[in-house]
T-cell receptor, first 114, second 114 residues
């Protein structure tokens, strides 16, 4: 099974940087995903890590350490539109039967203040 | 492409009623999923499918049924609605299991059982 932990809520100021941590304990590991979800909307894909290290995509970066079961999502130059929930999800299987299934954490609600 | 579409957007059911949540994708994805999301929580996998004719249980399948007769459609059936099934239901699809094949989500169905 999978156990994924992330903080419930974070507050930051417009223009600042926020780091959202995610720790996981899994029976298998085949990649970690970050999704953004605005209130009342569907999740949308932000980033994917399968090897250790940092992946950068514009203002968003995601880091993975497989040995520590740890990832973080870094949001730079925060904008008001970044106010949303951020979901960490782990994919456990490599086979077709495993179905590319994701196990999601509870999500971190980020509030950006002016 | 419309992506993943879901109907209805909203529904109120009485205890014991039945209904089918519809999900269609036009991206020719093999993999499809049903999740539920309770307020302030992450996503829980109900059922998934790795291709037409193949379905399997996720983390919270009790009270639900699915079928997958075509690549495009993956309906979710609630047979005897209970208040515990009040939630937002998201359908998702993905192309494959390798690399960063993210899941694409539909807009959700908001279901209330009274």
């Amino acid at each position: 099974g999978q156990n994924i932990d992330q903080p419930t809520e974070m507050t930051a100021t417009e223009g600042a940087i926020v780091q959202i941590n995610c720790t996981y304990q899994t029976s298998g590991f085949n990649g970690l995903f970050w999704y953004q979800q605005h209130a009342g909307e569907a999740p949308t894909f932000l980033s994917y890590n399968v090897l250790d290290g940092l992946e950068e995509k514009g203002r968003f970066s995601s880091f993975l350490s497989r040995s520590k079961g740890y990832s973080y999502l870094l949001l730079k130059e925060l904008q008001m539109k970044d106010s949303a929930s951020y979901l960490c999800a782990v994919r456990d299987g490599k086979s077709r039967a495993a179905g590319n299934k994701l196990t999601f954490g509870g999500g971190t609600r980020v509030l950006v203040k002016p | 492409n419309a992506g993943v579409t879901q109907t209805p957007k909203f529904r109120i059911l009485k205890i014991g009623q039945s209904m089918t949540l519809q999900c269609t994708q036009d991206m020719n994805h093999n993999y499809m999923y049903w999740y539920r999301q309770d307020p302030g929580m992450g996503l829980k996998l109900i059922y998934y499918s790795v291709g037409a004719g193949i379905t399997d249980k996720g983390e919270v399948p009790n009270g639900y049924n699915v079928s997958r007769s075509t690549t495009e459609d993956f309906p979710l059936r609630l047979e005897l609605a209970a208040p515990s099934q009040t939630s937002v239901y998201f359908c998702a699809s993905s192309y494959g299991i390798a690399g960063g094949n993210e899941q694409f989500f539909g807009p959700g169905t908001r279901l209330t059982v009274l």
